[in-house]
């Protein structure tokens, strides 16, 4: 089935320690986002990518970078994490255009855990 | 405070009995959307509603739209314990780029 796979379900990771979370997509959907979900609190956008244009939000921390190498692949990059980046990371897409319906489809997430 | 609020933050019924949720924003949209969230996963889409829209139905679910009040409700009829998750709504203020969610209804459907 086409869908949105993130990887992997569950980081750990060290106060400062870089980590990367990834993102793969089977459906050809030309928009790619990176949200972060905190306890209890809703999805925030941090970026997306329309094909290879970068959006980054005003208030995205510089700690925080993307990579979209191709259609299918987007990573999230937290050069220096710190405890306030504990959250749940999640990925979503869509098809954009004209006449296409809004839908965002998302992953299952990566829950990431700072030590 | 935030585009896309949504009252209640939580509610518990029981099952067999509607649930009714709703969301207020505050600048004019594109179109209104309702994700579900189960606990620790990724958020699933229910349904889109277009500024133009008064009423949409999808299954057990049904969403109005009052632009006017810049509000929307979803109804979800004889609830059953499976849709126990949370709720949120999300708007689209210029069609082809973001959604800004709503801080989420936590619903409970006891057996």
């Known amino acids: 089935d086409a869908m949105v796979i993130q990887n992997p379900r569950y980081q750990v990771t060290q106060f400062g320690k870089p980590v990367t979370l990834s993102c793969s997509q089977t459906?050809?959907?030309?928009?790619m986002y990176w949200y972060q979900q905190k306890s209890s609190q809703a999805p925030k956008l941090l970026f997306h990518?329309?094909?290879?244009?970068f959006n980054n939000e005003a208030d995205t921390p510089d700690n925080f970078q993307s990579r979209r190498p191709n259609t299918s692949f987007c990573f999230l990059d937290i050069r220096s994490p710190g405890l306030g980046d504990a959250a749940m990371y999640l990925c979503?897409?869509?098809?954009w255009g004209r006449g296409l319906t809004d839908t965002q489809y998302f992953g299952p997430g990566t829950r990431l855990t700072v030590l | 405070s935030q585009q896309g609020e949504e009252d209640p933050q939580a509610l518990s019924i029981q099952e067999g009995e509607n649930a009714t949720m709703n969301c207020s924003y505050k600048?004019?949209?594109?179109?209104l959307q309702w994700y579900r969230q189960n606990s620790g996963r990724g958020l699933v889409h229910l349904i889109l509603?277009?500024?133009?829209?008064r009423e949409k139905h999808s299954g057990r679910l049904r969403v109005t739209l009052d632009t006017s009040k810049k509000s929307s409700s979803l109804l979800i009829t004889a609830s059953r314990a499976a849709d126990t998750a949370s709720y949120f709504c999300?708007?689209?203020?210029?069609?082809?780029?973001?959604?800004?969610f709503g801080e989420g209804t936590q619903l409970t459907v006891n057996p």
């Open positions: 999300a708007t689209d203020q210029t069609s082809g780029s973001r959604l800004t």
């Open positions: 600048t004019s949209i594109n179109n």
């Open positions: 509603i277009r500024s133009n829209e």
């Open positions: 459906l050809n959907h030309n928009v």
């Open positions: 990518y329309y094909d290879k244009d």
């Open positions: 979503a897409t869509k098809l």
